[in-house]
């Protein structure tokens, strides 16, 4: 099975003084502008790091949600963020080198290992953690 998404981007102008949308085919984003003052000056809006980070915190998820079911377990809630560091290159340039992610699941009467070996499971298996070279880190907390 293979699905295929698509997403656009344009941008107009030089690096500081440039504007630029992205666009998702399914219309969740419709034109959504970010600039460098969004990206590297922390200004409200947008930007290809957060997105990333939606991405990967949605996907972790949804491979936990799996992953605790073929273990006989369902969360009754599971919320996580994805923190997605953007640094500079000493040659110049920008890569990310790390993506934290922290989740709080929700489990009655779950058991601890049994829950901590499907997280990793998960945060290995989730295809977007498979598309990273970066280092990821997981901090997964079971409440009951």
């Keep these: ?35 460098f003052r ?9 930007n290809p790091e957060e997105l ?3 991405a990967h915190a949605g996907c972790f998820s949804m491979a936990l949600s799996l992953i605790l079911g073929d273990a006989g377990m ?13 640094a500079e290159d000493p040659e110049g340039g920008f ?4 993506i934290h992610l922290v989740s709080r699941v929700k489990i009655p009467g779950a058991d601890q290992a049994a829950f901590e070996e499907c997280a990793e499971k998960a945060k290995a298996g ?19």
Aim: net charge negative; proline share 4%; glycine share 10%.
């Design 95 to 98: 890569h990310i080198p790390s």
């Design 52 to 54: 990333i980070g939606a």
């Design 126 to 144: 989730c295809p977007v953690s498979k598309l990273f070279n970066a280092e990821i880190t997981l901090e997964a907390t079971l409440e009951s």
């Design 74 to 86: 369902e969360a009754e809630s599971i919320d996580t963020q994805a923190t997605v560091t953007l």
């Design 1 to 35: 099975m293979s699905i295929t998404k698509t997403a656009s981007a344009h941008w107009q102008g030089g690096i500081k003084n440039g504007k630029g949308t992205v666009s998702t085919e399914s219309g969740v984003l419709k034109e959504t502008p970010y600039d």
């Design 38 to 46: 969004q990206r590297f000056e922390g200004e409200a809006g947008s």
